[in-house]
């Protein structure tokens, strides 16, 4: 009794003492147990107060990350077809998935059980409903980027409910993310994942900043946990357990929540039944997921190991998996515009010499967690996307509050990258491609992709000018200044759905070639492509079954002989005028040509005609 008559004479002696001798890390650690107080009739004019903006910018800035989401998404959906390789790859699957009443992945006919099945499920129920379309993939895309924003606002107000205005930068910085702004219409698990792992994480902070929650608060708090987990691990696979599950288990370890008051933070440790609480929790909860995946694995019939299910340095399962090496290229364009924000970095360089509260350093942990989920994906770019939330709310925490001084006028250098990009894109109409291939293959030694030839001129002088005008803009609030960086990458994605909606929309659109692959398999033809496929024609083409995949050209030659009146597609670079035989059909995939070759003209020309480049 006298330890808790200490321990709240202490809060109490904090909270009243004078601001003038407070770090920022003190007030995290006072206003951390104030997340299930009612918030006062004067909440808004508090804010106001808080951070010097006015009733009508909060107001503003409350609506406008939703305005960067629909703009976002309804132009891609207006202007810019679902793409291969992931996009395509997954609508395929599930399209076989429907054909073959299979609850298992289907990739080129073949059963995947190591693909993580739950956004199939989902595609296949919409597709019940909706019938097959992809509106609906794109949609689930759409809704959850969604929820994502609306989440990342509460968990904001959760670490720090005395600090009004990090929910709304904490949405600001979410919504205004390039990788963000790029995935939140995709066809892709890691954008269903993203607010699935927030409302987890979430229910861990409302655990450790209420320490007055009633037993059905916390078992529900434990249950949304646990649910969170199985879906995380049923959309992305066993890389999951290195997200929630770290974050679970060592969150008592992060000091100085109100749940840590007493003679020292140990005393929140000294008790084994907490600690022991925690543990069987995060166990019982991954055992749930193991015991989920053991049922598929039994449904699925077998398969590969356990260790294979989802991503994987060593799995060949998706798309996602190649090439991660360039992770370590994009992750800075996923990253951007925040990632070139002076007044971030300044923010970051004072809250170190202040301290970090509670709040800060369960971010901070939420961080690595998401790193080493990322890392232990295949440390590819989609496995990367949620280090979005973390960064998103150790940023808001940064800029709620902070001091504003002429220097830190910012929007300069993210402005210039744009301005660079715009110019990029205006040079490209004025070079002439050809010189410009021949620079690309000295450079690069590949082949200039065919849709950088096609760019339009709109695009590049919208976003020079665009660009140029963000960043001449001098908003004298903290809020207004943020808002302004947000809107360079909602810039950037509008001038891509124009490009799209304008130029671009033909070569990525792979229609035309799945059609052709249909008639062809409609009039009794075996389809067969040479070289890397997971199904990028399948569902364009309603395919009823999946072409034969022939690796390399004696496999090629061997199907062309047992199959004289059947047909084999394939890429190819360089010049499509002079073609060494006569194709069923002509026409590009992306970033490369594509053409349809009867049997006959592979076995004629030897082969010739699946070469990589005519010329």
Known sequence: M???CLSELAIATRRNHRSKGRTDADVDHEGAGLVNEKPASNEIAGVGAETGASHFLLSVASVLPFVFWAIAVVGAF????????????????????SLARSPVALVNGAAMPEIPPLQYWLILAGWKLFGVTEVWPRLMSALASLAAIILIGGTARTLWPHRGTTPHFARIILAGLGGFVLTSSMIAPEILALPVALAGFRAIARLRTNPAAGFVQRVLLWAVFAAALVADVFLVGW????????????????????????????????????WRWRVAVVVLSGAAAALAWFWYHGIAGGGRTLFDFGN????????ATRQESWTLVFVPLMLYPWICWKTLWRAFARQTRDGYGFGFRLS??????AVLSGFVSGFQLQGMLPIAAPLALLGARLLANQAIKPKDFHAVLPGFLALMLGLFFFLMNMIPTAHLDALWRQLFNVPLPIWLGGSGLASGILLFVGGYALAQLSPSQQLSRTLQVACIPILLITCVNIEFANSLRDFFDLKPTATRMRELQDAGQEIAVYGPYRGEFDYYGRLSK???VLRTKSDAMAWAKAHPRGAIVSRFDGSALDLPALPYYRGVARDRWVAIWPTSAVLDTKGSVLATDFQ
Request: charged residues 15%; hydrophobic residues 50%.
């Open 364 to 369: 901070i942990l939420y961080l690595f967690a």
């Open 2 to 4: 006298l330890k808790a």
């Open 312 to 319: 994987g340095w060593n799995d060949e399962s998706t798309e």
């Open 239 to 274: 890389s999951a357990l290195a997200l929630l599950p770290l974050i679970g288990l060592f969150s008592p370890h992060v000091a100085d929540a109100v749940s840590d008051t007493g003679t020292a933070f140990s005393s929140a440790l000294s008790g084994w039944k907490l």
């Open 546 to 548: 999946s072409p034969a």
């Open 78 to 97: 207006i202007a810019r077809p679902p793409t291969a390789p992931i996009e395509l790859e997954i609508l395929s699957s599930a399209w076989h998935m």
